[in-house]
């Protein structure tokens, strides 16, 4: 086989620094000219031949030190080997795949893990561990534990439950070492429920064994996407020392053994440098850790019941044993479930986007966002976007974008769309409408109310038209009204506050409460009945919220009357000590087990205050009936009393002093004290929220007569040198002062003619100098308002409506998860507030030859596919190919960017042999429409406008509006 000069020049890079193996290279090439197999001007020459070697090694050489000097400037790399020279460990981490990160609660029986820790011979203490590779699966995906978590039980049985953090993990950290832990009393029996943090990676383990004067290099394949892996090589003593580890094969510690790796397309490439083998440094088994992940996930786990979860106990480093962990496998029940919401990951990056990364230095050891590549950087890992609202060296304000998810179930491709929009009216404005609530110098303004676009602006609908048009539905008239006219609501509710003479608008999410978790606290065990919550529920109403439980109990509590039995919810009103309390109703006795049933309902008008207590109204407090804050996360006392009823050596307990004696009769006693931690909201803190009163021909208020000038106070005769009173020693030796004017004596000017302090008709102001309205209720207040599609507030078909429903939940979820920690770490005068992209309305674009234009960022695109014969009549495919269409465009709508070109090129290149070829058309409207768009605003996106459709079950569903044409063009 004849050997090229770029196969020479190739061949001696890889053995530069090998001499015998270039001599070797050289004397082939000789072979091959005396076997006739290369024609040189005269192969006999050995000068020809010695010119050609000197030639190609010159080159080679040359072309080695270019790649060298390359490879020493970032802004210099071509490749990904080279841009890794210039990476720190950190980088590495953020090159590849980012997971979600969660919590997995797992309930264990309190009883049992006494009963089964296991002596650790140190000051009396017991213990066990959940161990650190700990792998629970859900819907086909992996969450994995990163540290152990030890239940250490003291030598006087005090329980702690920690997260080892021994040994630091690359790929997570905590901020505390105490587990989050809740106590719960189950069917009468005490259960501990932790809460371990996970991430949403699998861990594939190799363990490959190592050849003596053999180099090793192995390859192996994975599934998802690539996060990151760890080498781990035995001791002789057996245990499991990790490597370090590098992903290119010209930066590493001769001294200190390094594995290479090398991310493939689905594979990953383990090497270990010879040296490490040769010095003796490298023992003979070894441990890879492939850790793999799907990237960018949204899931309510909460979707999904504990016996979906599975969970493998799992230590790779086989710590103590496996001692400790042994207990796991003996418990009689381990529960394990979730009801928190995933969300948040990213892809692998882009060569172009590593590249520049590592170029702007935007990642590093800093653990401030400073600047904005690296806050950029930040924020790019957990999916936003990242647009400059102030940039000033005294403020800087930075909005982090992204859209909406779409459904989980794919019911829909794209997510919906959304804006935000400024509203501007007066409180006398709103007050009447009936879905708004008045509060005096507060209003709520409730996701019950419908809002109207037109021209850009957005109007109130009234509650009359709203009820019109919930009415049509079922009628010919109903889906024409929809397409012809722009409806959008807030899944959110928004307080406007005068109080204090300052405009305030607040957020809060207040429709979906939970209850966390049911905590028993104390009893009075001398009355000889038994009693405890069995179920309860936590749910939203109109009023307010609704709190219903069914009881667990002895016969003994089932034989009292009705009229014996009493239930009380309190809480501690907000900023008090004191409790508020009502009653249960019973509502009924399960016909089952003569369990009694009860609720409590929670009244409120959804009046907010600034300390973001709701304000409850049914509430006693002090004996009278009287409004109350409740704070949004909390604890609801649920207290079981009997009335008019005596047992043996009944004696009264703690519980009795906690009660709200108005409420029950003269002779009780109380049994049980439980509590609800429960989250009846959420303040939406860090969202993009802007709020202002506006100048208008409102009337200020004025002095109706002449104010006369009065004196506030004394004034006494000065000295006219020094400025001081005068004083005089008087007879009696006592100090005498010349009194001029008395307080509250009329003010004179020069002639003796009164002077006025104001007139009638001036404008009255406060202590700040700003003028008083005459009502304030009549200023005009603006804010801005986060908005929906409307056409999910007509939908009726239930995964339109979970969808909607999941929308407000998701977006507390980023601004706690995400924004909230990064916010607490940005320097002063630096603030991040979330943003969602605008795909709703109007955005500034460029169309055509730069031509400015406010465009529909909702658009409607039509794709022609033209089909083989075969193709056409394929119905399956058919169906295929609009699901490909709306996908890719709805990914092609995720760029500022957006041309039909492009768009139809991507569909063609996942379309497959039977599409002879696509067409895109009515960007921006109308047909053809544009070729390109671009968008002047980071903060907006194009987004598929959807539509709603009626189903044969009389529901309404929203899907996607994407015109698919089929065309047959040949056979």
């Not at 009936?625 to 909390?634: A, S």
């Not at 020693?729 to 020069?750: C, E, M, Q, T, W």
């Not at 169309?847 to 658009?859: A, R």
Request: proline share 4%; aromatic share 10%; with cysteine.
């Amino acid at each position: 086989m004849t050997t090229t000069t770029a196969e020479l020049m190739a061949a001696i890079d890889a053995v530069r620094f090998n001499p015998s193996a270039i001599h070797r290279l050289a004397l082939n090439i000789l072979e091959e000219t005396r076997n006739g197999e290369r024609v040189i001007v005269d192969p006999t020459n050995p000068f020809m031949f010695l010119l050609e070697s000197s030639a190609v090694n010159v080159a080679a050489a040359m072309a080695s030190n270019e790649a060298n000097l390359r490879k020493q400037y970032g802004s210099m790399a071509l490749t990904e080997e080279e841009i890794y020279l210039h990476m720190s460990d950190r980088d590495y981490l953020d090159r590849f795949a980012k997971p979600s990160r969660t919590e997995i609660g797992i309930l264990l029986s309190l009883d049992e893990i006494y009963q089964r820790v296991i002596p650790t011979g140190s000051g009396g203490m017991k213990k066990m561990v959940i161990p650190r590779h700990s792998e629970f699966t859900v819907a086909g995906y992996s969450f994995t534990m990163q540290y152990p978590i030890e239940l250490r039980v003291m030598a006087n049985k005090g329980l702690q439950v920690i997260h080892d953090v021994s040994r630091q993990s690359p790929l997570m950290s905590l901020t505390s070492n105490v587990a989050k832990t809740v106590l719960m009393n189950i069917d009468g029996q005490k259960y501990l429920l932790i809460y371990a943090p996970v991430l949403q990676v699998k861990i594939d383990v190799q363990y490959p064994k190592l050849v003596a004067a053999t180099a090793f290099r192995k390859r192996y394949n994975f599934d998802n996407q690539f996060h990151f892996a760890r080498v781990y090589q035995a001791n002789a003593a057996g245990e499991w020392v990790e490597m370090r580890t590098t992903h290119t094969d010209q930066v590493y510690d001769p001294m200190v053994p390094t594995a290479v790796l090398k991310v493939l397309e689905g594979q990953l490439e383990v090497s270990i440098p010879m040296i490490y083998q040769s010095a003796g440094t490298v023992e003979s088994e070894l441990r890879v850790e492939i850790y793999t992940t799907v990237g960018p996930l949204d899931l309510i786990l909460n979707n999904y019941e504990p016996g979906s979860y599975t969970a493998r106990w799992l230590d790779l480093d086989a710590d103590d044993n496996g001692i400790y962990i042994a207990p796991l496998t003996q418990f009689s029940s381990v529960s394990v479930f979730s009801d928190r919401v995933v969300t948040g990951g990213s892809d692998a990056l882009t060569f172009e986007a590593l590249r520049e990364r590592v170029i702007n230095n935007s990642l590093g050891s800093q653990q401030l966002p400073i600047t904005n590549q690296q806050l950029t950087s930040t924020l790019s890992n957990l999916g936003y976007n990242l647009s400059t609202n102030i940039d000033l060296i005294t403020n800087r304000q930075f909005l982090a974008t992204r859209v909406l998810p779409p459904p989980s179930d794919g019911s829909v491709i794209s997510g919906a769309a959304a804006t935000v929009a400024t509203y501007q009216a007066s409180f006398d404005d709103l007050k009447s409408h009936e879905y708004i609530r008045d509060n005096g110098l507060r209003l709520t303004i409730t996701p019950k109310v419908l809002f109207q676009g037109y021209n850009g602006q957005y109007g109130l609908v009234s509650k009359m038209r709203t009820d019109e048009l919930l009415a049509m539905r079922g009628t010919d008239a109903f889906l024409p009204e929809l397409e012809q006219n722009r409806y959008l609501a807030s899944p959110f509710y928004y307080v406007w506050d005068i109080d204090n003479d300052i405009f305030d608008c607040r957020m809060y999410h207040l429709d979906a409460p939970t209850v966390e978790s049911k905590v028993f606290v104390q009893e009075n065990d001398t009355t000889g009945l038994i009693v405890a919550t069995d179920t309860f529920a936590l749910e939203k109403i109109d009023e307010g919220y609704r709190v219903v439980i069914k009881t667990k109990s002895s016969e003994e509590w089932k034989l009292l009357r009705d009229d014996q039995v009493y239930v009380q919810l309190a809480f501690v009103a907000q900023g008090e000590t004191a409790r508020a309390y009502i009653n249960g109703t019973l509502l009924a006795r399960d016909v089952d087990t003569n369990e009694r049933i009860y609720e409590f309902k929670i009244l409120t008008n959804y009046d907010v205050d600034e300390a973001h207590g709701l304000m409850i109204n049914n509430f006693t407090i002090f004996g009278q009936v009287q409004d109350c804050p409740i704070p949004l996360e909390g604890k609801l006392d649920i207290l079981y009393v009997a009335a008019d009823y005596s047992y043996l050596d009944m004696v009264s307990s703690e519980i009795d002093t906690i009660l709200d004696s108005s409420l029950l009769p003269e002779k009780y006693i109380g049994l049980i004290h439980e509590q609800l931690n429960v989250t009846l909201g959420h303040t939406l803190d860090g969202f993009w929220l802007n709020n202002r009163s506006v100048v208008s021909s409102i009337e200020y208020m004025t002095y109706p007569t002449d104010v006369v000038a009065t004196y506030s106070e004394n004034v006494y005769e000065r000295d006219p040198v020094t400025g001081a009173v005068k004083v005089e020693i008087g007879a009696d030796g006592k100090p005498k002062f010349n009194l001029l004017y008395a307080k509250g004596d009329i003010v004179r000017d020069s002639t003796g003619e009164v002077t006025y302090q104001y007139r009638q008709g001036d404008v009255i102001v406060d202590a700040q100098g700003n003028p008083v309205p005459a009502n304030p209720r009549g200023m005009l207040r603006q804010t801005d308002l986060f908005l929906m599609d409307g056409l999910y507030y007509f939908a009726t078909e239930s995964a339109s409506k979970d969808y909607a429903a999941s929308v407000p939940n998701t977006i507390v979820s980023w601004l706690e998860d995400d924004i909230k920690p990064i916010s607490e770490r940005l320097l002063e005068q630096t603030e991040l507030f979330f943003h969602p992209q605008i795909t709703t309305g109007y955005a500034k674009a460029l169309v055509m030859d730069n031509f400015e234009i406010d465009l529909d960022t909702e658009q409607t695109l039509t794709v022609r596919y033209y089909l083989s014969e075969t193709g056409f009549k394929n119905a399956e495919l058919r169906k295929s190919l609009e699901t490909t269409a709306i996908e890719v465009i709805h990914e092609a709508f995720g760029s500022s960017r957006v041309s039909t070109k492009d768009i139809a090129n991507r569909i063609q290149l996942a379309a497959g042999d039977d599409v002879r070829t696509v067409s895109v058309s009515g960007l921006g409207g109308g047909t053809p429409g544009y070729d390109i768009v671009s968008l002047q605003d980071e903060s907006a996106r194009l987004g598929i406008r959807k539509k709603l459709v009626a189903l044969a079950d009389g529901t309404y569903a929203v899907e996607d509006s994407v015109e698919v044409l089929f065309i047959q063009h040949g056979n």
